[in-house]
C-alpha cells in the first residue's frame, strides 16, 4: 500500500519566488483533489480533476496558481510569485469513483507540503 | 461553508467510549455523513460514513438520527492514539461533479491517561 505520496515534504522560499509541488495518488485512482489547510483551521478546497480533466477550481485559487495532472496519473500545483499568504500545508487526495449514481466517495490523503514564503 | 457544526473540543479517558456529536440539519436526500480525522502533522483519513442506516466498521461506529439531522461517531475505547482532530462531513454522493468534501474546524479530541 504506497499511499498517496507528495514531494517534498517542506519547502522554503522567499516572497515572489515560483513553486512548484508533486502529488503522486493511489495507482488507478481517477479522481485527485488539492487542498489547502492553515494553522488551526480545516483543509479548504482548492481544485480537482478526474483523470486529467479538471472540474473545479475554487475561487480561493488565484491566477498565481495552476495546476495540472497530465495523462491522468501524477499531479503538479505551482504558485508564481508567491506571497506570505500563501504559506501554508498544501495537501493532496484521491479517490476512485467508478459508477453513477448513489456511489460515496473515499479521499485517501498525502501528508502534504509545508510551504513557509518568507 | 460547511454544513455542519460540531464541538470545538473534548476530553475522553483512555479506555472509555468517545462520543463526538455534529449536527447537519439542512442535510440533502442524495447527501452521506463522513468522518475523517487528522492525527497532528498528517493528512486526515477517513474513518467511517454513512446515509441512513447506523453504520460500524473497525474503527468507529456512525450513529445517524432518524431525520438524518444529527450524527454521532463512537470510538468505543478510546486510546491516546486517537487524539486528533475529528471532522463530521457532509457531501454528495461520488456521482456528482462536485465531488469535493467541505471541512469545517472540527472537533478536537484530546484523550488522557
Redesign the interface.
Known amino acids: 500500500d504506497t499511499g498517496v505520496s507528495q514531494d517534498p515534504r517542506h519547502k522554503i522560499t522567499k516572497r515572489g519566488q515560483n513553486v512548484t509541488f508533486r502529488c503522486d495518488p493511489i495507482s488507478e485512482h481517477n479522481r485527485l483533489y488539492w487542498y489547502r489547510q492553515t494553522l488551526g483551521q480545516g483543509p479548504e478546497f482548492l481544485t480537482y480533476f478526474q483523470n486529467e480533466a479538471q472540474l473545479e477550481k475554487s475561487r480561493l485559487l488565484s491566477d498565481r496558481f495552476s495546476a495540472e495532472r497530465p495523462k491522468g496519473s501524477f499531479s503538479t500545483l505551482e504558485i508564481q510569485r508567491t506571497e506570505q499568504g500563501d504559506s501554508a500545508m498544501y495537501l493532496c487526495a484521491s479517490s476512485l469513483v467508478q459508477v453513477a449514481g448513489g456511489l460515496f466517495e473515499k479521499l485517501f490523503f498525502g501528508s502534504g507540503t509545508q510551504l513557509s514564503v518568507l | 461553508d460547511?454544513k455542519t457544526t460540531q464541538p470545538p473540543s473534548m476530553d475522553c479517558a483512555e479506555g472509555r467510549a468517545a462520543n463526538l456529536p455534529c449536527n447537519h440539519s439542512t442535510i440533502s436526500g442524495?447527501e452521506?455523513v463522513?468522518w475523517?480525522r487528522q492525527i497532528h502533522?498528517?493528512?486526515?483519513?477517513?474513518i467511517i460514513?454513512g446515509?441512513k442506516n447506523n453504520e460500524t466498521n473497525e474503527m468507529a461506529s456512525l450513529i445517524i438520527t432518524e431525520d438524518r439531522k444529527s450524527s454521532t461517531l463512537i470510538l468505543p475505547h478510546a486510546t491516546l492514539r486517537d487524539t486528533a482532530?475529528y471532522?463530521c462531513i457532509v457531501?454528495p454522493?461520488?456521482?456528482s461533479?462536485?465531488?469535493?468534501?467541505?471541512?469545517?474546524?472540527?472537533t478536537t479530541l484530546q484523550v488522557k491517561p
Request: proline residues 3%; charged residues 5%.
Open positions: 460547511a442524495n452521506y463522513y475523517y502533522s498528517q493528512g486526515p483519513q477517513y460514513h446515509l482532530v471532522y457531501s454522493d461520488g456521482s461533479n462536485t465531488g469535493k468534501l467541505i471541512f469545517g474546524q472540527g
